[in-house]
T-cell receptor, first 113, second 118 residues
Framework: KNQVEQSPQSLIILEGKNCTLQ??????????LRWYKQDTGRGPVSLTIMTFSENTKSNGRYTATLDADTKQSSLHITASQLSDSASYICVVSAQRGSYIPTFGRGTSLIVHP | DAGVIQSPRHEVTEMGQEVTLRCKPI?????LFWYRQTMMRGLELLIYFNNNVPIDDSGMPEDRFSAKMPNASFSTLKIQPSEPRDSAVYFC????????????????FGPGTRLTVL
């Protein structure tokens, strides 16, 4: 069964600090992994997408890594800001052409001033 | 572009009543997705359409749920009769699907409809 597990479930950090969110998956055959940011009361917005051949991708202060061998991904946030407070959701899709993604439950991040 | 538009934004109804959620995808997008999000289960894909045709509805919880897409610019998700356990946020998303990119297509989500069934 395809599964995506995220950790931690929730995280509280101080503004300006760095943090790393984890995503482990069992989706096979792997096509791509996407990280979404979901602000409270809004729909998810894509941050990055990574395919099998990519192991690092950055989007501003967000850097995603992918280890396809161990089936792990991480999302690193550098110099956190109050606006980073949100839920971060890891989504893994199986094989090209499939529209059925497997969603993680998300990590809730709170950035305190 | 206004993005994906959903209505209503909030819906409160009583158990047994019919509920209809509406979605207008981004103009030009040819794939449309309906999701449900709860604290317990996170985001779940209910059904998706490609070129107005339902492709996979395996995520629809039961016969009380139905979805239609009569044209490229409108879709509905209906629950009849509604139950308290249907309370959730329902999201609609759309994407531009190309034959080659498949699941690489980015989905753009609407703001969601928060449904409360009393």
């Amino acid at each position: 069964k395809n599964q995506v597990e995220q950790s931690p479930q929730s995280l509280i950090i101080l503004e300006g600090k760095n943090c790393t969110l984890q995503c482990n998956y069992t989706v096979s055959p792997f096509s791509n992994l996407r990280w979404y940011k979901q602000d409270t009361g809004r729909g998810p917005v894509s941050l990055t997408i990574m395919t099998f051949s990519e192991n690092t991708k950055s989007n501003g202060r967000y850097t995603a890594t992918l280890d396809a061998d161990t089936k792990q991904s991480s999302l690193h946030i550098t110099a956190s800001q109050l606006s980073d407070s949100a839920s971060y959701i890891c989504v893994v899709s199986a094989q090209r052409g499939s529209y059925i993604p497997t969603f993680g439950r998300g990590t809730s991040l709170i950035v305190h001033p | 572009d206004a993005g994906v538009i959903q209505s209503p934004r909030h819906e409160v109804t009583e158990m047994g009543q019919e509920v209809t959620l509406r979605c207008k995808p981004i103009s030009g997008h040819n794939s449309l997705f309906w999701y449900r999000q709860t604290m317990m289960r996170g985001l779940e894909l209910l059904i998706y359409f490609n070129n107005n045709v339902p492709i996979d509805d395996s995520g629809m919880p039961e016969d009380r749920f139905s979805a239609k897409m009569p044209n490229a610019s409108f879709s509905t998700l209906k629950i009849q009769p509604s139950e308290p356990r249907d309370s959730a946020v329902y999201f609609c998303a759309s994407s531009l699907n190309t034959q080659t990119s498949g699941s690489l297509d980015e989905q753009f989500f609407g703001p969601g409809t928060r449904l409360t069934v009393l």
